[in-house]
């Protein structure tokens, strides 16, 4: 098949979705499909890579967001879809490219929607009221569900407000993390950031509101506020870095702004070294960058409000609110070797060849009974 997948919001360099992207994209071309990938960029190109094809189309940034831009254009983006004529698309937005189930159904292309975020939740970080949230994001999933052939969630919690509704063609396929990149073997750089006898956290993630990447400096601040030698690297960029970076140096709080990190090497380095990872967005959906700290030994604290309780499970902790200090006192109770066990054990139940399958069968390019007979 050739499978036409769209996304928006995709982070220039890195980020959780371009991962998924990538991940399976890789999948489909090895499983013998043709993966043509459609994304917004600086200019135009079209190439052949490790993924199958690559089309960026130039488009606007969107403001306040750090670089994040939109395939706006409509009458391009069909003109496109009509050429490349898809056997099957997958959109990976479900706001501004959601026009695209209609499309599909004008011209008779199985269409799925991968539901990368929580519409409730997002709603309920620009504080609407609870009953508001649940309306509007009851009435934008009934019509995605509308549009689309199917529906996918990685997580039951992302899948909930879609099953609140009564969505019956809901698929939920759990995401994957490379288990040999991201390991504990992965080689150690403590030394630049921790010296002997402290506390070394993490913080992984794009520094954007949505995020909530200040309670990780709240939980610092609690944590040496009760004489805990804790410092914290956070790695990542975004509209939010200057501020919490001025937080920070009026706080006197120990705390390295990596930045960026591009190669992924030196991130599976980083993650390794640490003592705790710390993921405090509380409208993650399935949490990428805490699955890969998992499956380099390091246990992660998550806000109990997101879906990464489910994806942590016994091998972290989660906590309630803005901070998160309980949750790396009781991670750090645990005897070290069992705790990074743990935590490796739990990334392995997560792989790309299994998720690519169940995308797969989810376009009806796998049939889900063997799939189960050949798992």
């Known amino acids: 098949m050739r499978i036409v997948r769209l996304a928006n919001f995709v982070a ?16 489909y071309l090895t499983a013998g499909h043709e993966p043509v990938l459609v994304i917004p960029g600086e200019r135009d190109g079209d190439e052949l890579t490790g993924q199958g094809r690559v089309i960026t189309l130039r488009a606007p940034r969107v403001p306040f967001t750090g670089g994040y831009r939109v395939l706006w254009r409509r009458r391009r983006l069909a003109r496109l879809l009509d050429e490349l004529q898809p056997d099957a ?14 499309w599909a159904h004008e011209h008779g292309v199985p269409a ?13 970080l620009i504080r609407v009221s609870p009953a508001l ?8 999933n009934r019509r995605t569900a509308r549009d689309y052939q199917r529906v996918i969630c990685t997580t039951g919690w992302a899948a909930a407000e879609f099953r609140r509704i ?30 002997e006898g402290q506390i070394l956290l993490v913080h992984c993630g794009r520094l954007s509101a949505e995020k909530k990447p200040q309670r990780s400096l709240a939980t610092l601040a609690t944590l040496r506020a009760a004489g805990m030698p804790a410092r914290l690297v956070v790695a990542g960029e975004g509209p939010l870095r200057r501020r919490l970076a001025r937080r920070a140096a009026r706080a006197g709080l120990p705390v390295t702004f990596a930045g960026f990190m591009p190669g992924r090497a030196d991130l599976a380095a980083l993650l ?8 405090p967005g509380p409208a993650e959906t399935f949490g990428l960058a805490a699955l890969e700290a998992l499956a380099c030994g390091t246990p992660v604290v998550v806000s109990a409000e997101s879906a990464l309780p489910e994806v942590v499970g016994e091998a972290g902790a989660s906590v309630r609110g803005e901070d998160l200090a309980a949750g790396v006192r009781a991670v750090l109770a645990r005897p070290e070797p069992a705790r990074r066990a743990a935590a490796r054990a739990r990334a ?8 690519t399958r169940g995308f797969l069968a989810a376009h009806g390019a796998l049939d889900p009974a063997a799939w189960r007979r050949s798992a």
């Open 89 to 102: 698309l997958e959109v990976s937005d479900r706001t501004t490219l959601r026009w695209t189930g209609v």
């Open 166 to 195: 009564g969505v019956t063609n809901l698929v939920q396929v759990p995401l994957g993390v490379d288990l040999a990149t991201f390991s504990p073997r992965a080689g150690r750089v403590r030394t630049r950031y921790a010296g």
């Open 272 to 279: 390794a070294s640490a003592d705790v990872a710390i993921a």
């Open 133 to 140: 949230s649940r309306a509007v994001a009851d009435w934008l």
């Open 112 to 124: 799925v929607m991968v539901s990368h975020e929580s519409a409730t939740a997002l709603l309920k």
């Open 348 to 355: 392995e139940q997560y792989d790309w060849d299994t998720a």
């Open 12 to 27: 220039p360099h890195s980020g959780g979705l371009r991962t998924s992207l990538t991940e399976l994209g890789t999948g």
